[in-house]
């Protein structure tokens, strides 16, 4: 019974954080002229208007799963994995190396799944890396996590600019990939393809990994009790590494169905939220890996609905910013006060049965 | 030789931001607050002391409405860590995620969409009189606007105050042993509070000196992750003012070379792996450096029993 409260509980005042964020970004919005009520009703209506709209959602959900798992994954560990997207970056280069060298040669579906091989691989060496300066030097994880994502930028801009620039050499970009390397649509009359899928499955095999197996147990008290796990046996050193790899190689997927699926090529400055976003993903839904799905429909419908917004109204691109700001913002304030409900719910329980 | 002169009158101009942010990172991480969000009062004050000064005409106003719009975000920040116990790292993207929007959506309402970028007069270097004259050493250190000399004031007086004043005690006490602290009859929830405030107020100046005295303007690539470069000069500086001003020149050194590589070219090595440079730095020094003074309690929230 208590499980299912607690449930609710999490429903309702999620809700009304989401709420109240859009409450406060769209009070701002007669600054700029804009009725904040038709603002609204356009939003809304904008994003449900038509199956197309709807399923960019699902479009930008694809990644957004990923790289929230990504976070979600090392914060059972008790660590902070904020380099998601630089790991995101790596697997996109990857991932268009890959399709770029290989498309058109080969059957698309080798191809593709190479490039997500090499992509997964990319992100878990990053991650490697970062676990392993942390487990080796003592290395502050969260510091060197977080830099690694500007450096992975900058050199990811000079491959673009050399060796992977487009064969004009005009833009920073690659070529367009072969289109035997897309990945398939599977909804028609949206850009949906099997990248949600991919996703969406991923999300499943990091539950599965996190709370059924043994490595996910051994990770999960590493974060809880260092000092408990170390006394039963486990390094935590050991799982320190395990525990980024995964979360690298989880972004580095990203990168592959963002690349393969939607952009059919590489740019610079591509989704450069994306991995900010999954840390407020990762956290809406208390790092729990169904959870995540969850909470990137809701950051999806933001998106999809900020970019209706900007396209029909006045308001500008930023909006989104805002929006997923202020909802951020009262999900964590209300988790608060949920807890403050609950302690006083428990309280009351124990008094009565005394 | 000119040309090292120059490197390094660049390389101290570019750390002053770096150190001042560092200094309010310090104060606050000394009273176990890590100041996650310094990377959005970074750009909050980018922005706020771009549109002060644009709007007002001086200076002056600028860097103050950036110190204050600083100190908002961080209360904010603050507010949400401290009193809602929220957890500091996730608060931080939080506030980053949001000031962006934040930033950009103001200046689109307060200045529409100019048809040319808007630009504003950097502020003018202040040079000392006599010392300035000094061969090498007048030029690079005594040629600098007077936020720069300011900046080095702060450092011996940060330092005096975290380690021989009655209340740096206590702030240090907060970030060692908070139980103790409470148990004189201290709030310790008020100091981390206060600590933050003055850590933000410290990184609103800062931002603002990338708007005001660096580019002239404001855009939303203005930081990009110099807030997180303090941060982790506060880390490598060891917690200590004269290691965060040490540092911070480092890494203005970094810059400056980044800076002075791109402008002359034809070096062979590409340019962006100069502008990738201070971040590669931070993680090499993080992973050489074996021993660190962490305060005991960084990052790890005070639950006041009650």
């Known amino acids: 019974m208590s499980n299912r409260r607690t449930f609710t509980d999490l429903l309702l005042w999620t809700v009304l954080a989401f709420v109240l964020g859009l409450v406060v970004c769209f009070s701002f919005l007669p600054l700029m002229g804009i009725n904040p009520f038709t603002a609204a009703a356009t939003m809304f209506g904008g994003v449900f208007a038509d199956v197309y709209t709807m399923g960019n959602i699902l479009v930008k959900m694809t990644p957004l799963i990923l790289t929230g798992l990504a976070f979600a994954f090392t914060f059972k560990a008790n660590l902070y994995n904020i380099g998601a997207q630089g790991q995101f970056y790596v697997g996109c280069t990857c991932a268009v190396s890959v399709s770029l060298a290989l498309g058109g040669r080969m059957p698309g579906w080798i191809v593709m799944i190479l490039a997500m091989l090499a992509s997964v691989a990319g992100g878990a060496v990053i991650g490697f890396l970062i676990g392993y300066l942390k487990a080796k030097f003592n290395a502050n994880e969260f510091l060197v996590s977080m830099m690694s994502t500007y450096v992975i930028t900058y050199i990811m801009q000079l491959l673009l600019r050399t060796v992977l620039q487009e064969s004009k050499h005009e833009y920073i970009k690659t070529n367009k990939l072969d289109k035997s390397v897309w990945l398939p649509k599977i909804l028609p009359g949206t850009s949906v393809t099997l990248g949600i899928v991919i996703s969406l499955a991923a999300a499943v095999i990091v539950w599965f990994i996190l709370y059924k197996t043994t490595l996910g147990f051994r990770i999960r008290v590493t974060g809880q009790n260092m000092d408990a796990a170390r006394l039963s046996g486990i390094n935590p050193k050991k799982e320190f590494m395990t525990a980024f790899a995964i979360s690298g190689a989880i972004a580095g997927l990203a990168g592959f169905v963002e690349v393969n699926g939607l952009q059919h090529m590489l740019l610079t400055g591509l989704d450069s939220d994306v991995g900010s976003y999954g840390i407020g993903i990762a956290i809406m839904a208390s790092a729990h890996p169904i959870g995540v799905i969850f909470s990137s429909l809701l950051f999806g419908i933001l998106q999809v609905g900020g970019t209706v917004l900007s396209h029909s109204t006045d308001a500008p691109a930023s909006i989104i910013d805002l929006m997923l700001g202020f909802v951020m913002l009262f999900v964590l304030i209300s988790f608060y006060f949920r807890r403050k409900v609950e302690l006083a719910r428990m309280k009351k329980k124990t008094a009565g049965e005394e | ?306």
């Not at chain 2, 600028?62 to 719009?69: H, M, R, V």
């Not at chain 2, 105050?161 to 148990?183: D, F, H, M, Q, W």
């Open chain 2, 1 to 306: 030789m000119q040309n090292i002169i120059n490197l390094l009158t660049r390389a101290i101009f570019m750390s002053t931001p770096l150190i001042l942010g560092a200094l309010g990172e310090v104060i606050a991480e000394r009273t176990g607050m890590m100041m996650c969000a310094v990377e959005g009062i970074f750009l909050t004050g980018a922005w706020a002391g771009f549109a002060g000064c644009y709007l007002s005409g001086n200076m002056a106003v600028g860097f103050l409405a950036a110190l204050i719009c600083g100190m908002l975000v961080a209360m904010l920040y603050g507010f949400c860590t401290i009193y809602l116990t929220q957890h500091q790292i996730v608060m931080g993207t939080a506030v980053a995620i949001l000031m962006t929007g934040f930033c950009t959506f103001f200046y689109r309402v307060v200045f529409g969409i100019p048809t040319s970028p808007l630009k504003i007069e950097t502020l003018p270097v202040l040079k000392i009189p006599g010392l300035c004259r000094i061969p090498v050493i007048g030029q690079v250190l005594f040629s600098q606007n007077i936020i720069t000399y300011i900046t080095w004031l702060i450092v011996p007086v940060v330092f005096y105050v975290i380690y021989k004043t009655a209340a740096g005690l206590t702030i240090r006490s907060c970030g060692e042993n908070p139980e103790a602290v409470e148990v004189a009859g201290i709030n310790v929830r008020r100091i981390r509070f206060l600590a933050v405030m003055v850590g933000g107020c410290f990184g609103g100046v800062a931002g603002a000196y990338y708007s005001l005295c660096n580019v002239g303007m404001y855009n939303s690539e203005i930081i990009s992750g110099r807030g997180w470069i303090a941060f982790g000069i506060c880390f490598l500086g060891n917690w200590n003012p004269v290691g965060a001003l040490l540092f911070g020149i480092l890494f203005g050194i970094s810059e400056a070379v980044g800076i002075y590589i791109k402008a002359v070219g034809g070096s062979g090595i590409p340019s962006e792996l100069f502008s990738a440079l201070p971040y590669m730095l931070v993680i090499v020094l993080t992973a050489l450096r074996k021993q660190f003074n962490v305060p005991a309690k960084l990052g790890a929230t005070y639950v006041k029993e009650d």
